[in-house]
């Protein structure tokens, strides 16, 4: 099945969606990282198994809950229709919440911290300083204002504590090692050392040089803390858990609560349910018993991680493996960590009321405030981060996100602005001088944009609010264009500056090329589909890579009905066809463009027959081949490409299909070259060593690993074919 978006599911959960009457839809995923809500739908309205007059309900099944469509109906007491997929969506986002609650490291951490034992690290096994090692200690340079606060374990000795003030009570610990290797050649030995502790304790092998005041703290086992200014806990801290962050729309109304295990696909189901009010309220009040739990009067640095060369660090968990390196700032955040995913804060970077997930970075003078970073994202060289959530592997360098959803693998490397955006699917660019912030109306920073999958912002596009292009996944806005307010749903377009004045039409209003991106342009979608694939580094979520998949297909059919409505002019605008926005299409590109979704709808479809040929063990020719094309299938996307062949005017036998699939393979290899092939052309002729200094369209590897990917369907077409 193909999903929508991404899926995730801590260990391994198989939900199944039964329609009463009919059959089950089995979903096979890890967590849950994005709602299921249009993957259930878009079953639903393409399976030709359903009697859509007949949906009574919707069962979910999973290893940890089971309801039936009889305990969810309405308030009327009717039986739920195809709003139950919503409800299914919610039970899989509410599953989430609770799995990552049940399973967080950081409330297991905190945990350990609520006792009323004499050590919160090692419990009732401490005991006092004896007189002759107090003794020692002075000898050492140590200072105490009351030597029978200072507690040790058993086997503690003294020989590795030198010129420390012990100002309350603190705890040490045993060390044992001799040296610990920070890295770059730095080497320091274990102990404490010239440092001010106060209501602090230090465990095992760790590392405490040179810091200031160490205060409300505690340094886990071979931690390493080494020239900071000082390391606080004001009072009682949640690490940055549970912030009102106001995604979308600046001032409010879409508003989603942190906590350190969330998910893009959690947040997008709090920011676009505002109607469902208990979804809305149980998920505040599981947010509220998981910053309850997590609350704690210290600052917490585990095992393993580096601090060294920082400002303040206040009220902040480090996770084990994290490195914290000439931070000017990190105040009331959360660093998840391990050893594998080592999360990183340094060169100058600010952070305060945050939390960064695993593998995160903020580097040479990024900021980030009261926002998440999820698994593997960056923010660089002085990038700003407000009150957003960017999305696994995304990136922003020198520009500002505010307010904003961003999901996976955006790249946003240049100086540019995106306010009050919603993004959850990514998987787009923000070119330099982009302005997509153009939330105020002058009375108040109220609006927003919601942003397609893949969607590309060229040089200096400036686009105001509001906008909706979540049904032109993959269009590229060109450089310097600005776009009005609008409504756009035409997959796959190119939105550009206007190729002649139009009497009649605003100056203002752009042209529209619908399909454009795929006419002529694929070789960026098929790069991104491998480079996104290559560049992922999420441990937690899954993505799906491929662009031509059900649910884009689906938008892709409906564009194409709509073009097809269209005749008569020369001219079109939405007046005639709706959702174009405030753009005009000429009736070339309608006809271009239904050419070319008809092409792609098709070649989609044949692929997925071959793909069903070798899952079932079929031949071409074989009866069973023949029949496979009028059964209904439990398997919705089949199911879809099988209804798209039946629809075409032309019935076609299987190896017919099949010999034109490898046709439509050949034409898009074909396709990709060409486009890298006009790079070539048009640079040959104007710089005068071009050609010296590139690589060729026919060398380039993308290009060479398109006609292999190509030969390789060709063959399992013929392997299909031979009898």
Known sequence: MSLSRQFQFVGTVTTAVEITGNTSIPVKSKRSSVLIYNTIVGCLENSSVVDHSEISG??????????????????????????AAAEVAMTSMRDEVQQAIHASALIAATAALHTNQASLVYGDAVRDLGPQEITQLKNQGNRAKDWSQVRVVPQFTTHRIWNNRFLGPVVLGTFSANECDLGDGVVL????????????????????????????SIVREQAVVVSCTSITCSGNTS???????????????????????IT???AESICKNRDNKAWQDEYEKLIRDYVDQICTRHCLIETGAIVKDCGPIVDCYIGSGALVNNARLVENSCLLSNEDERTVVRGGAWVRDSILQWGAVVDSMGLVDKSVLCEHSLVERHGKLTKSILGPNSCVGEGEVRASLVGPFVAFHHQALLIAAMWPEGKGNVGYGANIGSNHTSRVPDQEIWCGEGTFFGLGVNVKFPADLTGSPYSILASGITCLSQKVAFPFSLINSPTSPIEGLSPSINEIFPGWVLSQNIYMLRQNEVKFANRNQSCREEFVFEVLRSDIIKLMIDARERLSEASGRAIYTDQEIPALGKNYVTDQSVKRGIATYDFYIGYYARKGLKDQLILRGMTATSSAAAVLLQQPSQDCQWDQQRMIIASEDSASDVATLLRELVERERTIAESVERCKAKDDVRGARIIPDYTDAHTPARQDNFVLATWSRFEKLESEVNRLLAD
């Not at 050392?193 to 409300?216: C, F, K, M, P, W």
């Not at 962050?245 to 942190?258: D, K, P, Y």
């Open 58 to 83: 919707i069962e979910l099944h999973s290893s940890r809950h089971t309801k039936t469509a009889a305990e969810r109906v309405d308030r009327g007491g009717a039986p739920l229709k195809l709003n």
């Open 189 to 216: 030995p274990v102990g404490v050392y010239d440092s001010t502790l106060s209501h602090a304790e230090i465990a095992d092998d760790s590392v405490v040089h040179r810091v200031g005041l160490l205060n409300n």
């Open 239 to 261: 690490f940055g858990c549970g912030q009102e962050l106001a995604l979308g729309i600046e001032t409010g109304g879409r508003e989603v609560h942190s906590y350190a295990e």
């Open 264 to 266: 893009i696909g959690v």
